[in-house]
């Protein structure tokens, strides 16, 4: 393997982990924070440290910055900043935290990761990258793996309003990497996530009395967890989503994500001794057989004429 794709490999590994440790977090400051006033606080504190990393960065590369890329988003970047901002990091935060009120761990899990498939789906439409047969079988057998996951941890029971929630969530989360996508190749990875975070940031605003109101009231170690949310699973996480995805397709860092609840489900069980289901094992490893085909790579044009050319140059 290149070491462009061994970083952009381990870029995804990390986001994995982080984005898992957050329903951990999440969980725990549940009691303490509402669904708004979360969202706002993790947002507040990505906004925050990203800013400080690329205003503190003596050089643009040392921000992520590669050969071509401008300092500044120009006027074509502003609408698909925006939509990113106000749709991944500002709807989707607030529909995911407020649907957990609603709905169980497993039936949420199984609505919002209908995201990778509906990602794979807009890529393929949108952003030219078709719809590889390694994609499609893997995105559905991870798929499957998810329902596998849901079905052991549900308690069957779906609230209407949470099922709505969980599919906004869904949507948002996809049309906002679409929509990051070709960013990528504009601006500094680093970049791009501070500033569609800081929009999440606007968009949750009106939470603002609430969070006041609540810090008041929680614990220190919940504080922290929010602390922790906005620095690694946003700041950090979201960055190295970004650097991994300017270097693949859309609709294979999608299937990576498949890989968030296999992880979540570990941490639960070491962290919060929440033991899992022989299901919910049983649908992890299907999550990871689905991911190992969608990120293989099927033979390309060119690699196929070279094949061809060397087998005739053999049998002359």
Request: hydrophobic share 50%; charged share 15%.
């Given at each position: 393997?290149?070491?462009?794709s061994?970083?952009?490999?381990?870029?995804?590994?990390?986001?994995?982990?982080?984005w898992?440790?957050?329903?951990?977090?999440?969980?725990?400051?549940?009691?303490?924070?509402?669904?708004g006033?979360?969202s706002?606080?993790?947002?507040?504190v990505?906004?925050?440290?990203?800013?400080?990393?690329?205003?503190?960065g003596?050089?643009?590369?040392?921000?992520?910055?590669?050969?071509?890329?401008?300092?500044?988003?120009g006027?074509r970047?502003?609408?698909?900043l925006?939509?990113?901002?106000?749709l991944?990091?500002?709807?989707y935060?607030?529909?995911?935290?407020?649907?957990?009120?609603r709905?169980?761990?497993?039936?949420?899990?199984?609505?919002?990761?209908?995201?990778p498939?509906?990602?794979?789906?807009?890529a393929?439409?949108?952003?030219?990258?078709?719809?590889?047969?390694?994609?499609?079988?893997g995105?559905?057998?991870a798929?499957?793996?998810?329902?596998l996951?849901g079905?052991?941890?549900?308690?069957g029971?779906?609230?209407?309003?949470?099922?709505?929630?969980c599919?906004?969530?869904?949507?948002?989360?996809?049309?906002?990497?679409?929509?990051?996508?070709p960013?990528?190749?504009?601006?500094?990875?680093?970049q791009?996530?501070?500033l569609?975070?800081t929009?999440g940031?606007?968009?949750?605003?009106?939470?603002?009395?609430?969070?006041?109101?609540?810090?008041?009231?929680?614990?220190?170690?919940?504080?922290?967890w929010?602390?922790?949310?906005?620095?690694?699973?946003?700041?950090?996480?979201?960055?190295?989503?970004?650097?991994?995805?300017?270097?693949t397709?859309?609709?294979?860092?999608?299937?990576?994500?498949?890989?968030?609840?296999?992880?979540?489900i570990?941490l639960?069980w070491l962290?919060?001794?929440?033991?899992?289901a022989?299901?919910?094992?049983?649908g992890?490893?299907?999550?990871?057989?689905?991911?190992?085909?969608?990120?293989?790579?099927?033979?390309?044009?060119?690699e196929?004429?070279?094949?061809?050319t060397?087998?005739?140059s053999?049998a002359?």
């Amino acid at each position: 393997m290149e070491p462009k794709s061994l970083l952009a490999t381990g870029a995804a590994a990390v986001t994995v982990v982080l984005w898992a440790s957050a329903f951990v977090a999440i969980r725990h400051v549940g009691s303490d924070f509402s669904a708004g006033a979360l969202s706002l606080a993790r947002l507040l504190v990505g906004s925050v440290l990203l800013g400080a990393f690329l205003l503190l960065g003596r050089r643009p590369q040392q921000a992520g910055q590669q050969p071509g890329q401008r300092q500044w988003p120009g006027r074509r970047d502003w609408v698909p900043l925006l939509a990113c901002g106000l749709l991944w990091f500002g709807v989707y935060n607030l529909a995911l935290n407020e649907a957990e009120r609603r709905l169980d761990a497993g039936t949420a899990a199984m609505l919002v990761h209908i995201a990778p498939v509906l990602i794979a789906l807009l890529a393929g439409l949108t952003l030219g990258e078709g719809f590889p047969k390694q994609l499609v079988i893997g995105s559905l057998v991870a798929f499957g793996g998810v329902i596998l996951i849901g079905t052991s941890t549900s308690t069957g029971r779906a609230e209407t309003w949470g099922v709505v929630l969980c599919v906004t969530a869904a949507i948002s989360y996809a049309v906002g990497v679409v929509t990051q996508k070709p960013l990528l190749s504009r601006l500094p990875a680093a970049q791009v996530t501070w500033l569609a975070c800081t929009i999440g940031a606007v968009v949750c605003l009106p939470f603002a009395p609430a969070l006041i109101d609540e810090l008041r009231t929680a614990d220190a170690s919940a504080i922290w967890w929010v602390v922790y949310l906005g620095a690694f699973p946003t700041a950090l996480g979201f960055t190295t989503w970004a650097f991994a995805l300017r270097r693949t397709s859309a609709g294979r860092m999608g299937a990576t994500t498949y890989l968030v609840p296999v992880v979540a489900i570990g941490l639960a069980w070491l962290f919060l001794g929440e033991t899992p289901a022989g299901l919910a094992i049983a649908g992890g490893a299907l999550c990871l057989t689905g991911v190992a085909i969608s990120r293989r790579r099927g033979r390309s044009t060119e690699e196929l004429q070279s094949q061809e050319t060397k087998e005739a140059s053999a049998a002359r």
